[in-house]
Structures are given as structure tokens and as C-alpha cells.
């Protein structure tokens, strides 16, 4: 399915609607007795799932849950070889029908890189001027014109292409009154204008988001929001020009990095919405300082305007605090190159979870960098290398070039492992102790300093083991 094919959801403001309850009924025999999840993507800054309803496909098939929304909100279920969606908005109900039956083949179960097909319920008694006929239609135009000049857009970052595919979709699909509409045709353009402008972010960064209101649990609003503010902090830290700037976002301080950003023609929401995702990247890319970073968090718990970010911050800090040492690691299940899984386990040694990429070089520069590691302290510590590509066969062929000594793996459950260790960047380390707990969460990287640090830390646990 092509990386384009998204809905959004157009902001309502929180405080100005009270939350209203969607229905949705069907008949589903094939599904009887089956138990079905429905959950969406609340927010940008983790980008994780949120559960809205479970529901139990009765013996005759019967389908019927409900669940309050405050805004227009596109939800999904998983369907073993599909992933049912939808766009519910409050107040609405919904009679739906589902893709037939389709369990996954063993392969296909066994293999954590499996991804459903994106299959849009069916909608009884649909009308042309219903929101979810309208945003397929736009969908499947706009998909047929970015698979038709995928060349010109990403290859010769062709402006007279984008604006001519823009002119097009303008003219087959207006959006008249339809305000959901609206914002997806601009985010889906602000995608295709990226993509000719990549890797410079300024001009979509000024043009999409700067001064635009905030569509918070908008997909597509997300997706290009990820692009292109994920690990902005570091981006920002290498702009030479603008160095000083970025010091109150390095300093954890919230205040400081929001008025900073607003110097240079951010709004306060959108702000606040940049610097709170600075820090939860910033925790985790092993740059910064980690507890500066969660400073800023906390500090943003308190002093953010921006009502739906504020509601999201405490499961936002939880999630990190979950990760913090002395606390039992998440359990992860790892698979070898032979497709043999087994927990991780410690074996008396401290274990270096290092989470990584073929195709990155970062990643590639520290496990160079890990080879002289192992030598040194293999007596004591257990170096353990994690793809998370999404081919493993990028991974294996790295390994057979570059001879790496050690057992490759990846995670038996990918999502899981990337959700747990909240992985938004790599190369990412942990450091795990000989009792299965955090001793470094996350660790610093073999090229910034690891080894001082795990040495000094391995001392100080004999000295008090010995006391």
C-alpha cells in the first residue's frame, strides 16, 4: 500500500465540543465469535495506538460497539490479512460490512515483517456527498497520480509536476464546505511538496505547520509533522547559524525552547507541540542529556496552553518512566538468523542491546565501533545487535560483508519491541544488568563514551556488591 494512502481528521476544538457517541452496527458471519479491537493514533509525539472499543462478533454475526469521540477521527481494526479503517465523526452512526474471512498463511504468521492490507470498510447506504466517499475518491486519485510520476516527484524533483498534479486534483475533487477534505488535500500536497524540497524541511516547516492551527490527531497532519520534526533538536544542534538558539531546548528548558521557536514565526501551539516533541526524541537519541530532556517534559506538564497536548503528556511521561533504571527491562523476544526464538536472558553478564539499521550509517559507524568494544570487555558484558529493518535480509547481507563477530537477531515481535523501548530513531542502546534490569536507559553510544561510563558504573556495583 502506498505511503500516501492516509486519512485526516479535521480539528475541533476540545474545549468547544463535548464528546458525542459514534455507533456502528453490521452483520459479519464470518467473523462470529471472533474479538475485534478498534483503536486509533491520538497524538504525534509517540505516535501510539489507543484502544476506543472492544467488541465480541456474536454467533449469528451480529456487529455492535460504541464509543465517544470529540472530532472527526479516522479509527482501525485488525482483520488478520487486513487492516480494516474508517472515519467516524461524533454523533454518527455506522452500519459497516468486513473484508470476507482471510486468516494469514504460517508464513505469514510467523513472520514479524507481515503488515495487513489497508481494506476501507464498507459503508451501507453511502452518499457522494459523505465524507468517507468523498476522502476515498480523493485517496485513490491522489495515489493514482503519485504511482503514475513517482519518477519526476522523488527522482527529478519536478515543481511543474507537483503543481500540475495539484491543479488536477484540485479541479476532480473540490472540497466545497467540507472542511475534513479540506485538510487532507493539504497535508497530502504538503507531502508531495516535501518531497521535492528533502532534505531542506524549512520551506514545508514555514509553509504547513509554523503558523497553521494544530490538527492533533490528524494522520496526515502526523505523518508529515514525523517527518519532519522527529529528532529536530539534533537537527537544529548542527545549524551553525543558529546555534545559540537551540541552547534552552539542549537546557531541558520549556519556556525557553517555545519562546525561541516563536522568534522564528512558530504560533504557541504549534510551539509547544515542537518543543515537547524535541524532548521526547531528545530522551532517546543518546545526544542530549537525558534527564534535561525529561525536565522539559515535566515542565511542559505544567505550563502548556494547548489543551489536547496537555491531556497527553502524563501517559507521554509514563511511557518514559517505564524505561527508567532499576526497572525491570521490557521482555523481548529475539529471533537468529536459523528462525530460532528465545527470550533474552542475561546469563550473569551485562547485556548491550544495540537497536540498528542497515541502511543507516549511524548505525553502521557504531557497530564498527563495537568490534574493538567486544574485545575489551567480553568477559563481562554481552553485546546483542537488534535489527529493526524491515527487510532482514539488508541486515543478514551486512553482516557477511562486514564479518561482525557476534549472533545476529531481530525482534520476534517488531512493533512490540519498537513500542516497549520506545524506539523512534537509531541507532538506539540499552543496558541491561546480570538481574534483567535497566542499569542505562537508554545507553550512551560506543562512539560517545560507553566504555568510560559502563566501566565506571560495573565498579561502583562490584564495590557495593563487596560492602
Known amino acids: 500500500m502506498h505511503r500516501f494512502l492516509l486519512f485526516c481528521s479535521f480539528l475541533i476544538s476540545f474545549g468547544s465540543l463535548a464528546g458525542q457517541n459514534v455507533k456502528i452496527r453490521g452483520h459479519a458471519p464470518d467473523y462470529a465469535g471472533k474479538e475485534l479491537i478498534f483503536y486509533h493514533f491520538p497524538e504525534p509525539v509517540t505516535h501510539r495506538q489507543q484502544k476506543l472499543a472492544t467488541t465480541k462478533i456474536g454467533k449469528d454475526g451480529t456487529l455492535q460497539l460504541s464509543f465517544k469521540i470529540y472530532q472527526a477521527t479516522e479509527i482501525y481494526t485488525d482483520l488478520e490479512k487486513f487492516q480494516g479503517t474508517l472515519i467516524v465523526e461524533p454523533g454518527n452512526d455506522y452500519e459497516i460490512s468486513l473484508p470476507p474471512y482471510s486468516p494469514r498463511t504460517s508464513v505469514e504468521a510467523a513472520s514479524p515483517y507481515f503488515k495487513p492490507e489497508l481494506f476501507w470498510l464498507g459503508l451501507k447506504g453511502i452518499k457522494t456527498t ?25 527522482q527529478k524533483r519536478s515543481a511543474d509536476t507537483v503543481t500540475s498534479i495539484i491543479s488536477r486534483l484540485e479541479r476532480n475533487n473540490p472540497a466545497g464546505s467540507n472542511s475534513y477534505l479540506k485538510v487532507l488535500k493539504t497535508y497530502s500536497y504538503g507531502e508531495l511538496e516535501y518531497a521535492i524540497t528533502e532534505p531542506d524541511k524549512e520551506p514545508a516547516i514555514k509553509k504547513y505547520f509554523a503558523a497553521s492551527e494544530v490538527s492533533f490527531s490528524n494522520p496526515a497532519y502526523q505523518q508529515l509533522f514525523n517527518e519532519l520534526f522527529s529528532d529536530y533538536l539534533s537537527y537544529k544542534s548542527i545549524d551553525l547559524l543558529h546555534i545559540k538558539n537551540v541552547v534552552p531546548g539542549k537546557q531541558g528548558e520549556f519556556n525557553g525552547w517555545v519562546n525561541q521557536l516563536k522568534q522564528s514565526g512558530f504560533k504557541q501551539s504549534v ?70 526464538t528465545s527470550p533474552l536472558r542475561t546469563n550473569g553478564k551485562y547485556l548491550y542491546l544495540a537497536f540498528f539499521r542497515s541502511d543507516s550509517k549511524d548505525s553502521q559507524a557504531e557497530l564498527d565501533s563495537l568490534v574493538t568494544l567486544d574485545k575489551k570487555l567480553s568477559t563481562i558484558l554481552t553485546i ?72 565506571k558504573l560495573y565498579r561502583e556495583t562490584r564495590f557495593k556488591q563487596k560492602r
Not at 506538564?301 to 527491562?329: H, M, R, V, W, Y
Request: net charge neutral; aromatic share 12%; hydrophobic share 40%.
Open 271 to 340: 510551539a509547544e507541540l515542537v518543543a515537547t516533541k524535541s524532548f521526547y526524541d531528545g530522551y532517546f537519541s543518546n545526544k542530549f542529556d537525558k534527564q534535561l530532556m525529561l525536565k522539559g517534559l515535566k515542565e511542559a506538564a505544567t505550563l502548556i496552553t494547548f489543551k489536547p497536548l496537555k491531556d497527553c503528556l502524563p501517559d507521554i511521561i509514563l511511557g518514559i518512566s517505564s524505561l527508567q533504571e532499576g526497572n525491570p527491562a521490557p521482555v523481548l523476544k529475539l529471533t537468529d538468523q536459523k528462525e530460532v
Open 384 to 455: 546483542v545487535p537488534i535489527s529493526m529493518d524491515k527487510n532482514f535480509a539488508g541486515s543478514v547481507k551486512l553482516w557477511k560483508d562486514k564479518k561482525y563477530p557476534w549472533q545476529l537477531y531481530r525482534p520476534a515481535d517488531p512493533d512490540k519491541a519498537e513500542s516497549d523501548y520506545l524506539l523512534r530513531t537509531v541507532p538506539v542502546f540499552y543496558l541491561i544488568s546480570p538481574d534483567q534490569k535497566l542499569a542505562l536507559s537508554p545507553a550512551l553510544s560506543p562512539t560517545h563514551n560507553f566504555e568510560t561510563l559502563f566501566l
Open 130 to 154: 459523505d465524507t468517507n466517499f468523498l476522502v476515498r475518491a480523493f485517496l485513490t486519485d491522489y495515489n493514482k497520480e503519485v504511482a503514475a510520476h513517482t519518477n519526476d516527484i522523488y
